[in-house]
Structure formats: structure tokens, C-alpha cells
């Protein structure tokens, strides 16, 4: 059942960001972005998938209890003591409200419907926020957090997404670069801010490597290997794109928007895989009450004692590795600059986040 709740963690945040870039699209003036077409069948679904998707924590929750207590207490206490149970029922009655919004005002042709359905958004991402890890940790720091975090990520998200996989025709692509690049650095500066306050929430700087040897360790390391060929997507979507497209109008950048969404939505099943794993701030305690994570032993061949405290050494085979994770960073600006298929610009990326973490792995002595 983990494995479901992997995958509905990561549908949830894809309805979140397919709302996000919706509406905060429909606030923008119609010469600053590509002629967009967003269903509002494609809306109504996101809605009722924020409610079907974030149910699934719970369900497992009462599916992990019942068996002590019996089914129907787990349910009452589940829904009136875990903050998990008491943000979904928020998470319904705002989603109800919202649904019928959507469904009975023209929300796609009237700037102030748009706004209001935008605060709808928020309102359940700070909803969703307040039950997270973070906040489970530390309730004001953890919330904020994780709240600035979420929403940083949902409008950089968001809007790719849907420009990239809904919009129509070339026209307006220069001036939509020019108010999003900066908005994507910003979001960008959020998340990562963000991302490592959560972290230290969690655990300590000087555990980071320890932690690889959990599950949450482990899916921590991969979302941060994501993170740099985002960065080169983002630098050249953001810049190269802008200036092809000063240079030659027919250049159409659609493809290279779409392959950064689509890395960014492997930061998404990185993150889905986090948040359902028991926090490492004590790892050694962790690590005997949970035990190693299955990804790491069929890497790392050796064995781990406690306390934890994993080192690293070069070698022939890592540093092959990583150097190949270098050639695999400058192949995807190549293909940029060859004007290759964005679909190799993606694959490039893929392969540095696998050569990266093999290094990384086979690093530790």
C-alpha cells in the first residue's frame, strides 16, 4: 500500500500545480502570455483529486490502527485527534465550496472569479501545510516552512506546466519569459531556502550523509541530485530560450518547457516518496526501529554499524562516475546549442541524477 500512497502523493501535487498555473495564468494580461486553453472539466477533476489524493494518508493511518482498536474508533479518532484526519475534513468542505465555484461562475473569463478560485488554491495548500512533517515538529516554523515552500514550488510548477502542455500557437513567448524568468528565480531562491530550514527541522547538517542510510535519507538525496540539472533547465529556458527567440521568432520553445516540467515533476515523486517516510532526526533509532533502506543495500555493499557515521573515499569506479555525471551536464547544454530534441535534453538529465547518485554511493567507505 506504500507504494499507492507514493503515487497519490505525487498525483496530489500535480493537481496543485495544475491549479496554481491555471489561475494565477488567468490574472496575467492576455500580450503577456501564449494563447492558453485550459479545460474547465480538467479543473473540476484537480478539485476532486486534491480530495481523493490527500485521503490516502489517512486511509493508511486508520489501516495501520484498526487492528488494535477496531475500525469504527479508529475512524472517530482519527478524524477528531490526528491533525491528518482534521486537515482533510477542512480539506473537503473548502474543496466542496470550491468544486461548485468552479462549476457555476466563469472563472476563465472573469479576472476576479480567477482570483478568488487562486485564494481557494492557497487556502487548501496551507490546509495541507499545517498537517505535513514540518509542522508536526515544530507547529509555527515547520508551517511556515513548509507553507512558503509548497507554494513557491506550485506557481514555478504550475505555470510550466500548463503553458507547456496547454498552450497554443508562438505568439507572446518573448513576453511571457520576461516576467517569468524572474519570477522562476525567485520561486526558485524559495524552494531552496525553504527546502533546507525544513531539512534542519529534521536533521542536522552534519548528519546529511548519515541519513542516506534510510529510506528518507535516501529520497532526500535524489530530490537534491534533481535540483541541479532544474538549475540548468531554468538557466536555459529562462535565458538562452529568450534570447533564440530575440534572435529567431520561429523558434518555437515549447519542447524545452516541457521537459523542465516534466524534471520538475521528478522532484515531485522524490518529495511524494519523503513525506510518507518517518523523520531521521534520530537516526541510529530510526535505522534499528525501521531498519536500512532497501535502496542503499542493494548499492552499498558493505556494512553499517551504529552509531552511523558514513565516510567517503575516491576510487577508480566513483570517479568514473562522476565524471561521467559531468559529461552528462555539459551533453544537456549541448543539446541546447545544437538545437537537439528536448526529449535528449531530458534523458541527459536522467542520467546525471543516476551517475551522481552511484558515485555518491559507491564513495562510502
Not at 14 to 41: H, T
Request: hydrophobic fraction near 60%.
Amino acid at each position: 500500500m506504500i507504494y499507492v500512497l507514493y503515487l497519490t502523493e505525487l498525483l496530489l501535487y500535480v493537481c496543485f500545480a495544475f491549479l496554481m498555473g491555471s489561475f494565477l495564468l488567468q490574472l496575467i494580461p492576455e500580450n503577456k502570455k501564449p494563447l492558453i486553453y485550459v479545460p474547465k472539466r480538467g479543473i473540476q477533476l484537480s478539485i476532486l483529486g486534491v480530495v481523493f489524493f490527500s485521503l490516502m494518508p489517512v486511509v493508511y493511518l486508520i489501516f495501520m490502527l484498526q487492528e488494535n482498536i477496531g475500525l469504527s474508533l479508529t475512524i472517530q479518532n482519527v478524524f477528531s485527534s490526528f491533525e491528518v484526519g482534521k486537515a482533510w475534513a477542512f480539506t473537503l468542505i473548502i474543496s466542496l465550496f470550491f468544486y461548485a465555484f468552479v462549476s457555476i461562475f466563469p472563472v476563465f473569463k472573469n479576472k476576479r472569479y480567477s482570483l478568488i478560485a487562486l485564494i481557494f488554491t492557497v487556502v487548501l495548500i496551507l490546509t495541507l501545510s499545517w498537517a505535513g512533517h514540518s509542522a508536526s515538529l515544530t507547529k509555527t516554523a515547520g508551517f511556515i516552512y513548509h507553507s512558503i515552500h509548497f507554494l513557491a514550488v506550485s506557481i514555478w510548477v504550475g505555470v510550466l506546466l500548463v503553458v507547456g502542455w496547454f498552450s497554443k500557437g508562438k505568439e507572446n513567448w518573448l513576453s511571457f519569459l520576461k516576467w517569468f524568468s524572474p519570477v522562476a528565480v525567485v520561486c526558485f531562491l524559495f524552494t531552496v531556502i525553504t527546502g533546507f530550514m525544513m531539512m534542519t527541522l529534521v536533521i542536522e547538517v552534519k548528519d546529511y550523509a548519515n541519513s542516506w542510510v534510510l529510506n528518507y535519507g535516501q529520497a532526500l538525496l535524489i530530490k537534491h541530485l534533481i535540483i541541479l540539472p532544474i538549475f540548468f533547465f531554468a538557466f536555459i529556458n529562462g535565458f538562452w530560450v529568450k534570447k533564440q527567440l530575440q534572435n529567431d521568432l520561429s523558434f518555437h520553445p515549447v519542447p524545452w518547457v516541457k521537459a523542465e516540467s516534466i524534471v520538475l515533476l521528478l522532484t515531485f515523486s522524490a518529495t511524494a516518496i519523503l513525506g510518507q517516510q518517518p523523520p531521521a532526526h534520530g537516526i541510529d533509532t530510526t535505522l534499528k526501529s525501521n531498519g536500512m533502506a532497501p535502496l542503499f543495500q542493494y548499492v552499498y555493499d558493505g556494512t553499517i554499524q551504529t552509531p552511523v557515521a558514513v565516510e567517503f573515499g575516491l576510487n577508480a569506479m566513483n570517479g568514473l562516475l562522476f565524471s561521467l555525471a559531468a559529461v552528462f551536464l555539459i551533453l544537456l547544454l549541448l543539446s541546447f546549442i545544437k538545437k537537439a530534441p528536448a526529449i535528449l535534453a531530458f534523458m541527459m538529465s536522467l542520467f546525471f541524477v543516476i551517475s551522481m547518485y552511484l558515485a555518491l554511493m559507491l564513495s562510502i567507505q
